[in-house]
């Protein structure tokens, strides 16, 4: 069976680390596919387990010099044991490298006496070097470890030149050291490899710790994950851990404290921050049966929900997840990049050696030959080019994410820096899909109340917003609705089904049959842009409801500056072409297509891309999701606060549709960095490697000093990291222009009277006991209507099948008497 690992890796440097553990990975039966990760440090693995099993690939890793972490840490967790091990590893190098570089540079200063000493210590002063120069090597071990690995497996890494230049300068100086004994004198070289590491493992370590800042956004948003949740149960309030909460459980929530997770309020009200999720700093106020968002803040306000999500499927693990997904996907540009990067190391090694030989033949120079091409292994940097997309990729992802933009898939800003069309639905897109009713008409047989009771009911069963809009007209209305039965829905026409014994159906002209007489009538409305829903009521048409949206308020704005992009607009909608025209009109698009189903949704978008154009399909996700799913870049609306993660490439939690035009720029803006950080890690290399190779010799008579190597490629690839975290200060540049998000519609059936009692109770004397009782009371779901000391009164509301017993022992358990109950 096809089965999907993520396993974690601790020494991972550079791209071609990446590119070797996905090649030795390859080499084995059994795995369909594989991407490692340089900044996540993670390998990302398709396996068959009929064929390889998880120790199998391990051991693979392990075998090629890599250390699997078992640890289970979170990615953040891991990514601080790293900066700390880098540390601790830099201090331990600096320690030992100070005294050995000290001491080799005794020499240099030509003192006459100092010299003396020296000429008379020949084997003793070198010695101490040879001894210093192994501890520091040894602290930092793990580079020479995956090094040599590495290089036995024929797959040579970043540590696997260091490791060369190390082996070259120690085996030379040894070499030296046993000349001491035969009164030859060569030169000395135990500094160097010392130097090399520290400056490399500083370089690490100042990357590590800059890298970090491009994930600050996420690990924010992991500190938003609670912990812990405070779970009611029968009239208690327990604290437990948030793994040990199922769906279905009651939360309680406080004022000031993070919503646990995702959940229904079923009881109280409160204002909610949901900004850290919407990019809106707007506080919403939120009621019984409205959704809250694990992760966001109760400003003020006491709660009880009811959980929808456990912690594993919450919104917040879900955006969590979607940051690590789109590292798990190498984008294209990315992949072009490691075909390079595959040959870079056994050419900078070939580079290394042929350095070594020329200089040996014609420099006719050992030393130089020697430090020429030891400096040539360390300047060589291939973790510029590993790093240069995910940096810049994971920062546009974190600016997108503030402003209210979630993105899911890796190649987005690709597609996007390249876009030549955007398509967008019509309702609950360009439109608010907030409807209002501006004509019922009945023909005569029924009353207008008993057509909307029809229309309300069947609605209960449909997701679309015009469902949505119906209902709540309904409610305020307070027509009672009727669950309905044997539902049928028509995407993009109607629904159809049973209220009360009558077969109804509710959709447009397409759906339901309509006269001449009628079709006149209607026409009207629909040159005015409005909607018409026609109603059938066992099999005759009984009248119709003319529907009208709104623009959205950043609707007109959107168009105008994707124009200004030269960017293509269409608007693709099931609803009426006159509708479609209209809307078009209003907002100057470039053309206009009403009345299609999805399907022919689907083949508009073919002629479109075949035309070679890349196109960017907006909708609100419903009833659109075949064009979604085509489309190149697909672009979804989160109305409501169903924030619908991997739902499509982008998902907007800001309804503000100018986004669409800002990502667009911060896609050009990523790519333009990538682009840069891609130029300058080959530009560097390209420069610098003929430099180390000789010409800096050529021109300043000296050789390369091996140390400068290491400084100037530590820096290559922190100006990299640098670079990406530029792109974190973008801001979008339009004005907020956000709609009102859709509420969620309170659906409740008819299922018989609502009942109000009349209670008397004795013992209550003050304000503060009217409160207490009424907690109490409302902590077993008994709803307090209004309630009075001086009058003896409550009064309840029944909703559900509560029986007076049940009310009289709650009283009873009080501090206060229940005497007497009565409908009212
Ligand atoms: P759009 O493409 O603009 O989002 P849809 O394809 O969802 O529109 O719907 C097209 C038309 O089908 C609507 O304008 C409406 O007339 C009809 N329709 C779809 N669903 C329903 C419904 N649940 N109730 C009534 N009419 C519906
Ligand atoms: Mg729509």
Known sequence: ???????????????????????????????????????????????????????????????????VDKNSKSFLERKDDEVNELKKRFILIFTFSVPLITISMLEMFHIHFINKIIENNKLFYYFSQFILSFIVIYSGKQVIKSGVLSLINKHPNMDSLITIGIIFSQTFSIYSLINIYFNKTTPFYFETSAMILLFISLGKYIEALTQNKTFDFLEKLIKLKPIKAN????????????????????????????????????????????????????????????????????????????????????????????????????????????????????????????????????????????????????????????????????????????????????????????????????????TKGTFEITTIKSFGNYMVDELLFFAGSIETSSEHIIAKSIINYCNNKKIQLKQPKNI??????????????????????????????????????????KTVLFLEIDNKTEGYIVIEDKLRNSAINTINLLKQLNIGTTILTGDSCNSAKKIATELKTDSFFGEKLPEDKLTILKNIKNEGKIIAMVGDGVNDSIALAFSDVSISLSTGSDIAIGASDVVLTKIDLQNIYNLIILSKKVMKNI?????????????????????????????LNPMWAAIAMSLSSIFVVLNSLLLKTTKFKTKPMIDEHIKDVKITFNKGKIMKKEISVDGMSCKMCEKHLKKELEANNIKVESISFSEKKVIIDLNSEISDDFIKSVIDETDYKFISIKDI
Not at 331 to 346: L, R
Not at 505 to 526: A, C, P, V, W, Y
Not at 678 to 702: D, T, V
């Open 1 to 67: 069976m096809n089965k999907k690992t993520e396993i974690d890796i601790k020494n991972i440097h550079c791209a071609s680390c990446c590119i070797t553990i996905e090649k030795i990975l390859q080499e084995n039966k059994g795995i369909t596919n594989i991407n490692v990760s340089l900044p996540l440090k993670k390998a990302f693995i398709s396996y068959d387990d009929s064929i390889i099993d998880i120790d199998k690939i391990d051991r693979t890793i392990e075998n090629a010099g890599y250390v």
């Open 488 to 529: 049928e829905i028509f995407i993009g026409k109607g629904i159809k089904g049973e209220v009360a014994s009558s077969r109804i159906s509710i959709g447009n002209n397409k759906f339901i049959k309509i006269d001449e007489k009628i079709k006149e009538e209607t026409d009207i409305f629909l040159n005015e842009g």
């Open 675 to 703: 682009k840069f950080n891609i130029f300058w890690a080959f530009s560097y290399n390209i420069l610098l490697i003929p430099f180390a190779m000789g010409l800096y010799y050529l021109i300043f008579n000296k050789p």
């Open 231 to 430: 779970l009611v149960t029968n009239n208690e309030i327990i604290e437990k851990n948030i793994e040990e909460i199922s769906i279905g459980d009651i939360l309680f929530i406080k004022s000031g404290e993070i919503i646990p997770l995702d959940g229904l309020i079923i009881e109280g009200e409160a204002s909610i921050d949901e900004s850290k999720f919407t990019g809106e700093i707007n506080y919403k106020d939120k009621k019984v049966n409205d959704k809250v968002i694990g992760g966001s803040l109760n400003i003020e306000g006491l709660l009880k929900i009811q959980v929808i999500s456990t912690s594993n499927n919450s919104t917040l693990s879900k955006i969590i997840n979607s940051i690590e997904n789109i590292l798990s996907n190498k984008p294209q540009i990315q992949k072009k990049v490691d075909k390079i990067s595959a040959f870079f190391i056994p050419v900078i090694i070939f580079l290394g050696f042929i350095t070594f030989i020329v200089w040996l033949m014609f420099g006719n120079d050992f030393n130089l030959a020697l430090i020429n091409s030891i400096s040539v292994f360390v300047i060589a940097c291939p973790c510029a080019l590993g790093l240069a997309t995910p940096l810049s990729l994971i920062a546009g992802v974190n600016v997108a994410s503030k402003e209210g933009i979630l993105i899911n898939n890796s190649d987005v800003f690709e597609l996007l820096s390249k876009l030549n069309s955007v398509i967008f639905d019509k309702t609950g897109t360009l």
